[in-house]
Protein backbone atom coordinates (compact mmCIF):
# COMPACT_ATOMS: atom_id res chain seq x y z
CA UNK A 1 0.00 0.00 0.00
CA UNK A 2 0.99 3.51 -1.09
CA UNK A 3 -0.10 6.61 1.09
CA UNK A 4 -1.33 8.84 -1.45
CA UNK A 5 -2.55 11.43 1.60
CA UNK A 6 -3.34 12.14 4.84
CA UNK A 7 -5.44 14.50 6.53
CA UNK A 8 -5.89 15.51 10.42
CA UNK A 9 -8.67 17.22 12.09
CA UNK A 10 -6.67 19.05 14.95
CA UNK A 11 -9.65 21.53 15.41
CA UNK A 12 -12.82 21.43 13.80
CA UNK A 13 -13.09 21.32 9.69
CA UNK A 14 -15.95 21.43 7.48
CA UNK A 15 -14.66 17.84 5.57
CA UNK A 16 -11.20 16.44 5.15
CA UNK A 17 -10.44 16.34 1.63
CA UNK A 18 -8.15 14.15 0.11
CA UNK A 19 -6.48 14.76 -3.61
CA UNK A 20 -4.15 12.63 -5.87
CA UNK A 21 -5.56 9.67 -7.03
CA UNK A 22 -4.81 9.07 -10.36
CA UNK A 23 -4.14 5.89 -12.95
CA UNK A 24 -0.89 4.88 -11.10
CA UNK A 25 -3.07 2.36 -8.72
CA UNK A 26 -6.12 0.38 -9.95
CA UNK A 27 -7.77 -0.06 -6.54
CA UNK A 28 -7.56 2.45 -3.80
CA UNK A 29 -8.13 2.14 -0.09
CA UNK A 30 -10.00 4.88 2.35
CA UNK A 31 -9.45 4.97 5.92
CA UNK A 32 -11.17 6.86 8.60
CA UNK A 33 -9.86 6.32 11.93
CA UNK A 34 -11.32 8.45 15.42
CA UNK A 35 -13.38 10.83 13.37
CA UNK A 36 -15.91 12.85 15.69
CA UNK A 37 -18.47 15.10 14.55
CA UNK A 38 -18.61 18.33 16.36
CA UNK A 39 -22.67 18.02 16.86
CA UNK A 40 -23.42 15.01 18.16
CA UNK A 41 -25.59 12.12 16.43
CA UNK A 42 -24.48 13.42 12.87
CA UNK A 43 -24.46 10.81 9.67
CA UNK A 44 -21.08 9.94 7.73
CA UNK A 45 -20.62 10.68 4.57
CA UNK A 46 -18.46 10.44 1.61
CA UNK A 47 -17.88 12.33 -1.41
CA UNK A 48 -15.72 11.94 -4.78
CA UNK A 49 -14.89 14.16 -7.32
CA UNK A 50 -12.23 15.57 -10.08
CA UNK A 51 -10.30 18.22 -10.84
CA UNK A 52 -13.37 20.49 -11.32
CA UNK A 53 -13.96 20.08 -7.55
CA UNK A 54 -15.79 17.25 -4.90
CA UNK A 55 -19.42 16.34 -6.55
CA UNK A 56 -22.33 17.44 -4.29
CA UNK A 57 -25.37 16.94 -6.62
CA UNK A 58 -27.56 14.44 -6.36
CA UNK A 59 -25.85 11.94 -8.28
CA UNK A 60 -24.68 9.17 -5.62
CA UNK A 61 -26.54 6.23 -4.87
CA UNK A 62 -26.33 3.63 -1.98
CA UNK A 63 -27.27 0.95 0.06
CA UNK A 64 -25.69 0.55 4.07
CA UNK A 65 -26.60 -1.88 6.46
CA UNK A 66 -26.44 -1.87 9.95
CA UNK A 67 -26.59 -3.78 13.10
CA UNK A 68 -26.14 -2.85 16.88
CA UNK A 69 -24.06 -4.28 19.45
CA UNK A 70 -26.78 -3.94 21.61
CA UNK A 71 -28.84 -7.01 20.41
CA UNK A 72 -28.50 -10.05 17.89
CA UNK A 73 -31.72 -9.50 16.14
CA UNK A 74 -30.99 -5.59 15.39
CA UNK A 75 -30.63 -4.87 11.98
CA UNK A 76 -31.56 -1.78 9.79
CA UNK A 77 -30.94 -0.31 6.37
CA UNK A 78 -30.81 2.38 4.44
CA UNK A 79 -30.56 3.54 0.66
CA UNK A 80 -31.11 5.92 -1.82
CA UNK A 81 -30.22 6.30 -5.63
CA UNK A 82 -30.63 10.12 -5.61
CA UNK A 83 -28.28 11.69 -2.82
CA UNK A 84 -25.90 14.26 -2.35
CA UNK A 85 -22.99 11.77 -1.03
CA UNK A 86 -22.92 8.06 -0.16
CA UNK A 87 -24.43 7.92 3.26
CA UNK A 88 -22.63 5.69 5.13
CA UNK A 89 -23.84 5.61 8.99
CA UNK A 90 -26.42 7.77 11.04
CA UNK A 91 -25.97 8.64 14.37
CA UNK A 92 -22.46 9.34 15.17
CA UNK A 93 -21.74 10.11 18.76
CA UNK A 94 -19.38 12.98 19.83
CA UNK A 95 -19.11 12.36 23.46
CA UNK A 96 -16.01 11.49 25.04
CA UNK A 97 -15.15 7.31 23.32
CA UNK A 98 -17.70 8.06 20.36
CA UNK A 99 -16.93 8.49 17.01
CA UNK A 100 -17.04 6.44 13.60
CA UNK A 101 -13.97 4.49 11.97
CA UNK A 102 -14.07 2.93 8.13
CA UNK A 103 -12.19 0.67 5.83
CA UNK A 104 -13.29 1.38 2.01
CA UNK A 105 -12.29 0.39 -1.32
CA UNK A 106 -12.92 1.72 -5.04
CA UNK A 107 -11.82 -1.19 -7.51
CA UNK A 108 -10.65 1.59 -10.13
CA UNK A 109 -7.98 3.93 -11.29
CA UNK A 110 -8.76 7.25 -11.21
CA UNK A 111 -9.24 7.34 -14.87
CA UNK A 112 -11.45 4.35 -15.37
CA UNK A 113 -14.05 3.64 -17.45
CA UNK A 114 -16.92 2.54 -15.01
CA UNK A 115 -18.73 4.60 -12.94
CA UNK A 116 -16.78 4.87 -9.25
CA UNK A 117 -17.89 2.17 -6.87
CA UNK A 118 -17.38 2.02 -3.63
CA UNK A 119 -17.56 -1.04 -1.02
CA UNK A 120 -16.82 -1.63 2.45
CA UNK A 121 -17.42 -1.51 6.45
CA UNK A 122 -17.95 1.00 9.31
CA UNK A 123 -18.52 1.13 13.34
CA UNK A 124 -19.67 3.47 14.86
CA UNK A 125 -19.90 4.61 18.70
CA UNK A 126 -23.11 6.99 18.46
CA UNK A 127 -25.48 8.74 20.80
CA UNK A 128 -25.52 6.80 24.07
CA UNK A 129 -22.82 4.69 23.55
CA UNK A 130 -24.70 2.54 21.39
CA UNK A 131 -21.91 0.85 19.17
CA UNK A 132 -23.39 -0.37 15.51
CA UNK A 133 -21.59 -1.06 12.15
CA UNK A 134 -21.82 -2.50 8.95
CA UNK A 135 -21.42 -3.01 5.29
CA UNK A 136 -21.62 0.34 2.85
CA UNK A 137 -21.45 0.00 -0.93
CA UNK A 138 -22.61 3.08 -3.33
CA UNK A 139 -21.53 4.76 -5.98
CA UNK A 140 -21.11 8.32 -7.88
CA UNK A 141 -23.77 7.55 -10.91
CA UNK A 142 -21.96 9.05 -14.14
CA UNK A 143 -17.87 8.56 -14.87
CA UNK A 144 -15.60 11.50 -13.58
CA UNK A 145 -11.82 11.50 -14.28
CA UNK A 146 -11.53 10.72 -9.86
CA UNK A 147 -8.80 12.22 -8.67
CA UNK A 148 -10.42 13.23 -5.10
CA UNK A 149 -11.86 11.72 -1.99
CA UNK A 150 -14.16 13.81 1.01
CA UNK A 151 -15.33 13.17 4.09
CA UNK A 152 -17.68 15.01 6.22
CA UNK A 153 -20.20 15.25 8.79
CA UNK A 154 -24.24 15.89 7.83
CA UNK A 155 -24.51 18.69 9.87
CA UNK A 156 -21.68 20.71 11.57
CA UNK A 157 -17.82 20.10 11.26
CA UNK A 158 -15.58 17.13 12.00
CA UNK A 159 -14.44 17.82 15.50
CA UNK A 160 -11.31 15.43 15.09
CA UNK A 161 -10.17 12.13 13.24
CA UNK A 162 -7.85 11.53 10.15
CA UNK A 163 -9.06 10.70 6.65
CA UNK A 164 -6.25 8.47 4.95
CA UNK A 165 -6.28 7.22 1.05
CA UNK A 166 -3.80 4.46 0.04
CA UNK A 167 -3.00 3.41 -3.56
CA UNK A 168 -2.61 -0.54 -3.80
CA UNK A 169 -0.72 -1.75 -6.44
CA UNK A 170 -1.16 -5.32 -8.34
CA UNK A 171 3.08 -5.76 -8.25
Avoid: C
Avoid at 10 to 24: D, E, N, P
Avoid at 72 to 83: L, R
Avoid at 138 to 153: E, N, P, S
Amino acid sequence: WKLIGTEEATSAVASLTITGLSSTYDTYAIVGSDLVPATDGQAAWLRVGDSGGVDSGTDYAYHRSTLTGASASSFAGSDSTGDSAIKFSGGVGSAAGEGVHFTFFINRPGDGTTQPLLQGTYIINGQSTTFAGGTVFGQRTAVITLDRIQFLFGSGDVASGRLSVFGIAHT
